[in-house]
């Protein structure tokens, strides 16, 4: 108001939101209210959007879905409540007008017309702009289901949150008396033709028709046991110092630690088969993903579910997410706060990857699955994603010029080619697109790195964001090496991962390495394919910044490989894992034929097991096992 300090405040006697200035004209000294304290949830109120590319948005913090843009159609109360209940969109017929509280809180304080110019919301909504009483560039007032029960003529009017200026004639002047994101009331009907008008003791500017967001509860499937979920921790009860293997058989729902001797030393039962990766905690218990039953997407790595068992395979927590749209693949990685990364496939129907600039050429499946990551807080019953990053943020093409990520492929190594698709592997023209098959997390550098199968490159994003800026161009990747021409440099002869699985960060005293397993799919000819597995040497200039020379990243440096004797001895097309173990050597699982091998830094063979556990996939006598972890 006259361009003076604001402070956003509740008034308690009628429920509204508005700015209060922070001096006081009259008695030219800064003025003061009432405030009440808080303590708890930091995150609270951070909104966690996801546009789904069907003209909706969730919001993972409240379980939320949005209606991305107004129909551009300004209407009288009753006409906005009926219009969000005959709402149809995105196949979803549940709409409704949101309630005063649900629309504050996609408000967005940090924005608006006169700091961004742009409406108080986050810029994936898409708001009607309006020409104000005063012949101005403004945003319209947006009704809510709130009856504002106030006043001489009680519960007449109701409340709509103002995402532009909320103008007031004061002095016969007309301003921004309350601050984009204000929350007042309109009358729910009258004469259109005497509005708009000013009212009230500061000129509140009064319209009889305003926009509508609809708003339906969002199809989120949070499983957990107990709404009090204990912080996984260490635990002096349970000794795990056997030098032995933990691993789960794919055809199996029984997961297995066993010691140097191969004697079993613990079991974990399960009513699901594994969704592939499964780790033991300082405390004794497991946490492991399952498979569960469903039909929409049929693809190696498919999961659904997480548990966390307790020694005497108690089910402690579980989180399944299976829907129509989304399902948990592959792996996880448990953080040192206490919550999990998770990944996701998201299905984007053949429409939204075309919005995203796909080639229709190379849908083969009529749908492109992307990944998502996702970090969960197990010790929250609802509301527990906690961050998130979604690879459609970060796309780039050169196919279609009316999209927003049209652009050179090779000037953006740091995004992803929607166009890209492998000569060989499962993700060619497939819905199965880019197929990442294993995370792990790097504490000190606060960096992910997960490896994309069917791209052939393992790719570190940073975790030291917000959801909001891993959205945006912080989100796009740190760093990628394994296949340069998916970001179109290099050639051929650059490519030095093949099919590769379960990368791991590594510390040495030389740098930060990432150690996994190459499995050698289109190394070379089929009839001569063997794995190896290698450490690279990643070119990290600083905690956030690697080497990269005209556009191209630098290759990490290959530092140690471990090839069999006999090359082709090793080789597994699929799965498989490894992790270096305490006393240097790595553990190593080839994992279509459940082999796992200990070997020296010098390659040395220090022991061999084949698993026996579960039903055969071909009838022999292996049962397949996607990766091992030592203890």
């Known amino acids: 108001m006259n361009n003076m300090e604001t402070l956003f405040g509740v008034n308690f006697i009628d429920g509204r939101i508005k700015g209060y200035p922070n001096y006081n004209p009259r008695t030219r000294e800064d003025d003061s209210r009432y405030f009440r304290l808080v303590r708890g949830e930091e995150g609270y109120g ?133 601050g984009a994101g204000a929350v007042r009331s309109d009358p729910k009907s009258g004469d259109i033709s005497d509005y708009p008008k000013y009212h009230g003791p500061q000129g509140d500017v009064q319209y009889l028709n305003n926009y509508v967001l609809s708003v339906r509860d969002a199809d989120i499937e949070v499983i957990t046991s107990s709404s009090e979920i204990p912080a996984m921790g260490v635990s002096d009860e349970f000794d795990y110092d056997y030098g032995g293997m933990l691993f789960a058989p794919m055809q199996s729902t029984t997961t297995y630690l066993i010691d140097q001797d191969e004697n079993i030393v613990k079991t974990w039962e399960s009513d699901y088969r594994p969704g592939l990766a499964a780790y033991m905690l300082p405390d004794g218990s497991l946490l492991r993903t399952g498979t569960v039953n469903q039909n929409n997407f049929d693809a190696g ?62 849908l083969a499946d009529n749908e492109l699955w992307m990944d998502r990551i996702i970090e969960v807080d197990p010790t929250k019953s609802e509301n527990n994603i906690v961050w998130q990053w979604c690879s459609w943020e970060h796309l780039v093409q050169d196919y279609d010029t009316g999209i927003d990520n049209y652009g050179s492929i090779s000037s953006n190594p740091g995004r992803i080619d929607i166009n890209y698709t492998p000569s060989k592997g499962p993700g060619a023209k497939g819905a199965d697109w880019s197929h990442i098959n294993s995370i792990d997390y790097n504490e ?60 791991d960060w590594l510390i040495t005293d030389s740098g930060w390495n990432i150690l996994l397993y190459n499995n050698g799919i289109g190394r070379g000819p089929i009839d001569s394919s063997y794995s190896t597995v290698d450490e690279y040497r990643l070119p990290l200039i600083s905690m956030e910044t690697y080497e990269i020379d005209g556009g191209m990243f630098e290759e990490a440096n290959l530092v140690w490989q471990y ?69």
């Open 444 to 503: 000190v550098l606060d960096q992910i790195v997960v490896s994309v199968h069917t791209f052939n490159e393992v790719w570190v994003i940073d975790h030291n964001t917000t959801t909001k800026e891993a959205a945006g161009e912080k989100g796009d990747l740190l760093y990628r090496f394994g296949n340069p021409m998916a970001y179109d440099k290099g050639t051929r002869s650059d490519q030095i991962l093949f099919g590769q699985h379960d990368a």
């Open 301 to 362: 790595g498919k999961g659904g579910i997480v548990e966390w068992i307790g020694s005497d395979d108690e089910v402690l927590w579980s989180y399944e997410y299976a829907t129509d749209t989304g399902l948990l693949h592959h792996d996880i990685e448990p953080l040192p706060n206490g919550n999990i990364l998770m990944i996701s496939w998201e299905k984007m129907t053949e429409s939204q990857a075309i919005a995203l600039g796909r080639n229709p050429d190379l």
């Open 563 to 631: 090839t069999a004797e006999e090359a082709t001895d090793m080789f597994s097309a699929s799965i498989s894992g490894v992790d270096r173990l305490d006393n240097g050597n790595t553990l190593i699982c080839t994992g279509e034929s459940g082999d796992i091998r200990e070997v020296t830094g010098s390659g040395d063979i220090v022991r061999t097991y084949t698993n026996p556990y579960g039903d055969s996939r071909s009838g022999g006598p292996v049962s397949p096992v996607f990766k091992v972890e030592g203890y």
């Open 46 to 178: 951070e909104n966690n959007f996801v546009d789904n590319g069907d003209g909706t948005i969730t919001d993972l913090a409240t379980g939320l879905m949005w209606q991305m843009a107004d129909d551009g159609t300004s209407r009288d109360w009753e006409d906005a409540l009926a219009y969000s209940e005959n709402l149809n969109l995105a196949g979803y017929d549940d709409w409704r007008l949101p309630n005063a509280k649900e629309l504050q809180s996609i408000v967005d304080y940090t924005r608006g017309p006169q700091t961004t110019d742009s409406p108080a919301i986050d810029p994936l909504f898409d708001l009607t702009e309006i020409t104000d009483p005063t012949g101005h560039d403004n945003y319209g007032f947006y009704w809510t289901s709130t009856s504002h029960k106030d006043g001489k003529n009680y519960a007449s009017n109701a409340s709509y949150v103002a995402f532009g200026e909320a103008l007031g004639q004061m002095n016969g002047q007309v301003m921004d008396v309350h």
